[in-house]
């Protein structure tokens, strides 16, 4: 007897589990189109209010990931391990952090993806390096990992290609915010990648998209299930996301900062995670003993300029000017104009919303509304000042680096991300927790 | 600001209230197609699991009412009262009901729906007379409503458009059996025929949609709270559905039995229903003091012959050929076969499923899996033991009329559906309550 798509969505609508074989079904008609987009749409309705368990939610997953094709690394001898980030803003750790792990010795399989809303993508970031090439085949991704240790692409037509299509849906149909929906669409594009561990960067706080701690945690927890079914085991960062990452917001600008850090420089925040998400990678593919061992080796790589190299070999082997590593000021886009926003008064920086932030870039052209929007690799924000600064009245709190569209509604935005007060705040930790 | 589709989703998702402009603009947008299926879908799913409230309900129907046309007849003197039925087996009730209503005085402008799964339509019953019309224009509707009192037509293009996309989608997204969807859906149609009265014959039991009189109760207090935001008050008579109503399932047997009634005879509970019905109808309209007044008059017009001429005329006027009201076992197609189904032993009938005789007649052709699936007018289930009758075995439970296919499968179900117990069981009422 067929399955009937319409008992699975009653089953689901009335509280129940779905058998691993009815997930199958219906991920398998999602994937051919027999199942129509309406019929999905009331499933993912249903998910959304009625949940999944974690076999459930591992089910799916494992539907999704075999839905289309799964990279087969089996033939590179290193360790193969990725980093994910839920998404932040002036989230740029992968480009610093993939070189570097794969000059520790790892094998860096990592396919990304674009911006969307007030959140940052790195295959934009990536874009904005003239020439880069983030659509490679997979054969051709495959050699590259095999060769340099690290290939940085976006998701193929034939990965999790029915995720493509629940996650298309889920942004029309108002069920984006459901953990297990969220947790087996990001763990169907890794489970593609071929790798064997994988390490979360989960976001938590006003800029993520889990507010809370404890929705970051639910949603760690889930990942992880997913990860254990799969025989993938997976390390949580829950890290802090209540101000940007570094300095720099948007893309090119981001990239820059991104070859500060390679350059055993850059903002301490942003050095910070990427040794911190880097000696967990280490640690997952067994090439350190402990935590403090892979944070040693990361900042070696960091310090020593072995990191930097290998990002520019990748540069130019995924088709980028490699100049635009050595001398990024002059080879990298550049915003025409760069306006200050000023502190209206004295005090210490006591907020900084990241999300505000993020919007204010989106509103200057880094990034897009809808899928469709192009952006401007060039605009931005550039942080002057962070929570726990000290600032007088007029001096810059951040700068807008734009062209020709957004600067009023992006002033706006970032003035009213500060918030100053008289005294200074109770510093904050940016990593809250791991789970390993 | 346009109102986005998502938004309106989020807002029903998370258990909030839709203000009247954000569910006009929905169904305004499923109207015009504006709002895509899956959208549509998202939100009858959100809608089924979060509820509307009875303002939200009668705004919903309100909607979907003008989406189309709504019939005028207010150059009709005659008060406009219709009944609809959540549906049954057996339920043949509109046919000598429109007609004895209209031979009391009243105007029944009676837009019918076609049987689908277990429960007849009327509109199939009434296409079993050779050349009768159910697809009239709005214009000839009212002008045959004006001089016979009656006219019995389908849901037309222009009627409650909005209602036809969401029902339709409502069946293969597993939203069907939500009080307030169905509620919105029976309203829409019913206020689109210009009535001043509705009279709702609210089925309960095995054979009904709402199992139990609790949600019986629940869609009729659902029903009545529509009406009275539209001015238009409806009476809902509770009935049972545990076994189909008086002998006949089917079309054309439906058909004969039907006029049987209206000519002053056939089953007691098919007459008992169709007098208090209408005396219910009299009474909304004005037509009566009291309902056994209504009652009165009903049966006066079954008994002396009134009724049964204005339903030839109403046969005649719709191109219906009216020998088959004269002289019915001669003009009403018949089936070839007539197998009974013998008891298995001696004793009391104590359950005669009603779902299950539905599915049985279905099985003989009589009723649709799928819309779009054909009928034969002429099969059905002859009941011969009703619930109470003492039997012995060997004799005939009930009869299968049938063509040539679904024999052996009908006869199963017709064995399964009757229960027989060594007592009789206790006696139980045809009409439960009367929520005027």
Redesign the interface.
């Known amino acids: 007897v067929p399955l009937l798509?319409?008992?699975l969505?009653?089953i689901k609508?009335d509280g129940g589990a779905l058998s691993d074989d009815e997930i199958r079904a219906f991920i398998s008609g999602i994937t051919d189109g027999t199942v129509?987009?309406?019929?999905?749409?009331?499933m993912?309705?249903?998910v959304?209010?009625?949940g999944l368990d974690d076999r459930e939610t591992a089910s799916w997953a494992h539907a999704m990931v075999h839905s289309g094709d799964v990279v087969d690394l089996s033939a590179i001898d290193r360790p193969k391990v990725d980093k994910h980030s839920t998404g932040g803003v002036g989230d740029k750790i992968s480009l610093p952090l993939a070189a570097a792990a794969a000059a520790c010795g790892l094998a860096v399989p990592m396919v990304s993806g674009r911006g969307l809303g007030h959140t940052g993508g790195t295959l934009d970031k990536l874009e904005s390096i003239p020439g880069f090439q983030v659509h490679l085949d997979l054969d051709r991704f495959v050699a590259q990992v095999r060769d340099l240790g690290v290939c940085l692409i976006g998701q193929t037509e034939r990965m999790a290609p029915a995720d493509r299509v629940l996650y298309a849906?889920r942004?029309?149909?108002?069920?984006v915010e459901s953990v297990p929906l969220i947790a087996s669409s990001i763990m169907s594009k890794k489970l593609a990648e071929g790798i064997d561990a994988l390490v979360l960067d989960c976001k938590t706080g006003s800029g993520a998209f889990m507010k809370t701690r404890d929705e970051a945690r639910r949603l760690a927890r889930t990942i992880q299930a997913i990860g254990r079914a799969a025989d993938t085991p997976v390390t949580v960062v829950l890290t802090r996301m209540s101000e940007p990452i570094g300095r720099a917001v948007g893309n090119a600008t981001e990239v820059i900062e991104s070859i500060e850090v390679l350059r055993g420089a850059g903002p301490a925040d942003t050095r910070a995670l990427t040794v911190a998400l880097g000696a967990e990678m280490l640690l997952c593919g067994g090439l350190c003993a402990t935590v403090e061992d892979g944070s040693v080796a990361m900042e070696r790589v960091l310090d020593n300029g072995s990191a930097l190299e290998l990002f520019a070999r990748v540069v130019e082997a995924q088709g980028g000017d490699r100049r635009a590593v050595d001398d990024p000021s002059r080879h990298l886009p550049a915003a025409r104009g760069r306006t200050p926003v000023l502190a209206p008064t004295d005090g210490y920086v006591s907020a900084c919303a990241a999300d505000q932030i993020g919007i204010a870039a989106l509103l200057l052209g880094a990034g897009r509304r809808r899928k469709e929007d192009a952006i401007d690799p060039a605009v931005g924000i550039e942080i002057a000042c962070r929570i726990g600064d000290r600032v007088e009245a007029g001096q810059p709190l951040a700068f807008l680096l734009h062209c020709d569209r957004g600067v009023e509604a992006a002033h706006e935005r970032v003035a009213r991300a500060y918030t100053l007060a008289p005294a200074a705040p109770a510093p904050d930790q940016l990593i809250l927790e791991v789970l390993r």
């Open positions: 798509i319409q008992e969505i009653r609508r129509p987009d309406y019929q999905a749409a009331a993912l309705m249903a959304f209010l009625r849906l942004d029309v149909t108002a069920t």
